[in-house]
């Protein structure tokens, strides 16, 4: 007994031990942590690659045998890694190490001299090496790696034809084709470029060729089993958009033979067809005055019996003639806004180069020659789906409601069936409020109808309307909407084989939909979902296919709404029995692959305490082994964990949140606490938060690290009140909190960025139960903001108060007490919470002016303040600087406030524009 009291001693007091020698995140931390990239699995599902990368440094790419941990085998810098499709080889590139590249910075070496990637070549049963170094591309097959393609330095030549007005610079290379395993092997020299048909089976090669009079370029093709080749296009001056068919036995490319740079490029479209003949196509009939369009791609259809391109009408004034009657300074340059513009100026502005590119489509028909004109259809709103099913396409117009786009961001459009063989438009239905996409097989366009919340189809044969889901007792809309726009739908999975089902989700439940509605709707998951909370989403294991196969088996992914648990379930195609668990708990489960055999998958799964690492299986998930371990440094360090926690809101709605606590968290003390919120949050409950630099909101895993309790509310909205909505969640929630007994209520922050800098802001002028508040890209003033522009987008701000987020649900005139009462703004001089502000100068969503309103409205009322600026950045930080910086100032702030820490220099002193640059101020003042 005496023994056994000893060894608990010890085991507890080591135990104690362990935990005082861990530490607080620091933010010296963020570098070295570690991320899981692609991984892959073999076709034979023997084999699997992880590849793990570091914030700032050097990755590794870790290659497992059976899912064995003993066969595992790790290569440094190595990314981009393929299988062969005979699972025997494993290709990737190992890049330079990133401290060289950083030292050959600092020594102002030219990019062009920095050491190169290096091709790596496994074969994996014997375990022999190749390195190819100096590499500067590689390409294989996108489905069968039977081959591969590199080139490593690359010729710099000049072109000094006589037709040149300058020299131009053309880089060429050597280029060696190789197949896996074998003595097979190609090799080209003076390459331009390159690359295979989807199948593997062929391979086109264009090539530079030096005559007297001008420089000329070939394209020649290689059909990579037999080893013949052929030269079907010469003599053009450059090369667009190689493209095989699906089968590889037909190509097409676009060429010019414009010399001089400054003359316009006119293009022609060549293909080579299935019997190895030119077929060149200079213009569509009928049409006059334009070139086939250089800026869309070709594309054949599934069956290669049509082609699509696109074309341009020539500008007016070309051939161009430069005006030389006028002077620059005299040119006028000026934005006209009218009032009949279907969209506003900075849209135009914003969208100016996608237009110059855009592009009107027509269809060649490979077995007649004949070129069918699609109309003035613009590329982006025709779909052909790969033409699996009869001669047409569908199109669909917003053209004639795109004026009310500003304020109505689900106005409909017209949609339309384009017959590919006369090119006749037939419009299907008018107004259509949705985004209708066809078929797998091409038998139906099909959308999800927002104003009475179900789904349609048209029988693109037949041209009838069905209602798919009208006999269903279902609902199909968001059940937690809570915006003035229509409500969105749970999705579909898509079709199963020749459009014969519909698969559509029900909050819960999957439904099979017959199309022809000769048979009843069928619940997949009989049901008994809605009992459990539990929500069922197909996973499409098979990324080649765009239908499911009934004959295979049904893989789901499961996640109890109650719980937040999740796991993936084998489900059944008849819906006679429940979906069976294959692997499902307290966790976040996420990316799960099958090999091309099915005998084995890999997925991911995390907590909030571990790390998303990888996992293998075989086919029916008895037996799971962790393949990666990241993050291994965690263990030193004070992590903590997370619990649902449950409140009622002002208006008597149940809520739940997440409250986050320090590790070895003792309910007898009391806690400083950080509430941080986005509309809902809640279903993150096993997410892993790494540790990073902020783009613009407080790192969790840093402040929980770092002993704050961290409390995230979901919130409920109600249309035209998002302030008071925000402030009935977030209080409740934060007194519900203190009345668990273990939070300082005398030390409470509040902070949240866009959408919930706005609500930060209002809540404070409601209630000083906040000691510091962090507000980023605030809008205060939504009188002001209503008016104005989303300059990322160029859209006016009028949708987003009427429609979506802000949720004011009418117009400034319809409801001005609306605004103005949920604008904080206009109630500042209540604010005293001390407050720090971040509004980037380049912010593209929410406008600058904004933070500047606030910060002097807080200045003028003598509310202790500081408004971050980052030149040059957006809505959120893009420099990885800028975010370590950021995170440092929000530490500090909050623990002075929070901790009583002593105050950063640049909160007592600020940055003056003569220091700016040239100190940061994080040093604390002595005061």
């Known amino acids: 007994m005496r023994f056994s009291f000893i060894l608990v001693f010890l085991l507890l007091f080591q135990n104690l031990t362990a935990q005082e020698s861990k530490r607080s995140l620091s933010h010296q931390d963020y570098d070295d942590w570690e991320s899981i990239g692609d991984k892959q699995i073999s076709n034979d599902g023997n084999w699997v690659t992880i590849e793990i990368s570091l914030q700032d ?59 190169k990637d290096s091709l790596f070549l496994l074969e994996l049963k014997s375990g022999e090496k190749v390195k190819i170094p100096e590499i500067n591309g590689v390409k294989l097959p996108k489905e069968e790696k039977g081959w591969y393609a590199y080139h490593q330095t690359i010729k710099v030549e000049l072109d000094s034809s006589a037709n040149n007005k300058e020299s131009k610079e053309e880089k060429t290379f050597d280029l060696k084709v190789h197949e896996f395993g074998t003595e097979r092997a190609y090799n080209f020299s003076e390459v331009l470029d390159y690359g295979f048909s989807d199948n593997g089976e062929r391979l086109f090669v264009v090539r530079k060729e030096l005559d007297s009079v001008a420089t000329s370029k070939s394209v020649t093709i290689l059909d990579l089993e037999t080893g013949d080749t052929s030269k079907p296009i010469e003599n053009f001056t450059s090369y667009k958009f190689p493209v095989f068919s699906f089968k590889g036995d037909q190509f097409a490319i676009l060429a010019s033979k414009t010399v001089l740079e400054e003359e316009l490029k006119m293009y022609q479209l060549l293909i080579v067809d299935d019997q190895g003949n030119l077929k060149v196509l200079k213009e569509v009939p009928n049409v006059p005055a334009h070139n086939i369009s250089e800026h869309y791609s070709p594309s054949f259809s599934e069956s290669g019996k049509y082609l699509v391109f696109g074309w341009q009408p020539l500008p007016k004034d070309y051939p161009y003639l430069e005006d030389t009657t ?31 590119k855009e592009s009107k489509l027509a269809v060649y028909h490979m077995e007649t020659d004949e070129i069918v004109d699609l109309g003035e259809s613009n590329s982006s709103q025709v779909h052909f789906n790969r033409f699996k099913r009869g001669d047409w396409a569908i199109k669909r117009d917003n053209s004639p409601y795109r004026r009310n786009y500003s304020w109505d961001i689900q106005s409909g459009e017209d949609l339309s069936k384009i017959n590919l063989k006369t090119g006749e438009v037939e419009l299907l239905k008018e107004n259509l409020i949705g985004s209708p996409r066809v078929s797998p097989a091409g038998n139906y366009v099909y959308w999800y109808n927002a104003p009475d919340s179900s789904w349609r189809a048209i029988d693109l044969e037949s041209k009838m309307e069905i209602k798919l889901t009208a006999e269903i007792d279902d609902l199909f809309y968001n059940q937690l909407h809570d915006s003035p726009a229509l409500p969105g739908s749970y999705g579909n999975a898509g079709w199963t084989t020749a459009d014969e089902y519909f698969l559509v989700y029900g909050q819960y439940h999957i439904w099979k939909v017959d199309p022809l509605q000769t048979q009843k709707a069928q619940n997949l998951t009989k049901g008994g979902a809605e009992k459990v909370h539990m929500i069922y989403r197909f996973v499409n294991l098979d990324t080649k296919k765009d239908y499911f196969e009934v004959n295979e088996e049904m893989v789901l992914r499961g996640g109890d709404q109650n719980t937040k648990s999740s796991g993936y379930f084998l489900g059944d195609w008849k819906g006679v029995n429940l979906p069976k668990k294959l692997v499902f708990g307290d966790a976040n489960y996420s990316g799960l692959k099958v090999s091309k055999d099915k005998s084995h998958f890999i997925y991911q799964k995390s907590t909030f305490k571990n790390s998303p690492n990888v996992y293998y299986t075989n086919a029916a998930f008895r037996k799971h082994e962790q393949l990666s371990e990241i993050n291994t440094q965690q263990s030193s360090i004070k992590w903590g964990d997370v619990e649902l926690v449950d409140f009622l809101s002002n208006d008597g709605d149940e809520m739940k949140g997440l409250l986050f606590k320090p590790e070895n968290f003792d309910p007898q003390k009391k806690y400083p606490m950080m509430v941080y919120f986005y509309e809902r949050r809640s279903d993150a409950l096993h997410h892993y938060y790494s540790p990073v630099p902020s783009a613009s909101i407080i790192n969790i895993p840093y402040f929980v690290s770092n002993d704050y309790l961290v409390f995230v509310p979901d919130i409920k909205y109600k249309i035209g009140l998002p302030g008071p909505s925000a402030y009935d969640c977030i209080v409740p ?46 809008v205060v003033n939504m009188t002001s903001a209503y008016g104005g522009i989303r300059w990322g987008s160029g859209m006016s701000r009028m949708f987003q108060y009427e429609q979506t987020q802000s949720r004011i649900g009418g117009t400034l005139w319809e409801k001005p007490s609306h605004y103005i009462e949920n604008s904080p703004l206009f109630f500042t001089d209540r604010v005293k919470t001390p407050t720090l502000i971040m509004h980037n100068d380049q912010d593209g969503a929410v406008p600058w002016y904004q933070g500047i309103e606030f910060f002097m409205a807080l200045k003028r009322n003598n509310v202790p303040s500081w408004l971050l600026v980052y030149n040059g950045e957006d809505h959120n930080l893009k420099e990885r600087k800028n975010k370590k910086d950021l995170s440092i100032r929000l530490s500090q702030f909050f623990d002075h406030y929070l901790k009583g820490a002593k105050a950063p220099l640049w909160m007592t002193e600020g940055i003056p524009a003569i220091e700016k640059g040239k100190t940061l101020k994080y040093e604390l003042s002595e005061e």
């Open 57 to 115: 440094g050097d990755g590794r790419l870790e290659l497992i045998k059976e899912g064995s941990n003993k066969n595992k085998v790790s290569f440094p810098r190595l990314t981009n890694a393929s299988f062969s499709s005979n699972s025997e080889w494993l290709i990737g590139l190992i890049k330079p190490e990133k401290d060289s590249l950083r030292q050959l910075k600092l020594q102002k070496l030219k990019k062009d001299d920095f050491p």
């Open 326 to 356: 006028i002077l620059k300074e005299e040119r006028v340059e000026i934005d006209i806004w009218g009032w009949q513009d279907a969209e506003i100026q900075p849209m135009q502005i914003k969208n100016l180069k996608d237009k110059e």
């Open 733 to 778: 929630g934060v007194q519900a909190m203190i009345a668990k007994g273990f939070v300082d209520k005398e030390n409470i922050g509040i902070q949240g960025q866009s959408w919930g800098g706005y609500q930060v802001a209002y809540v404070i002028t409601r209630t000083n139960l906040f000691k510091a508040a962090g507000a980023g890209a605030p």
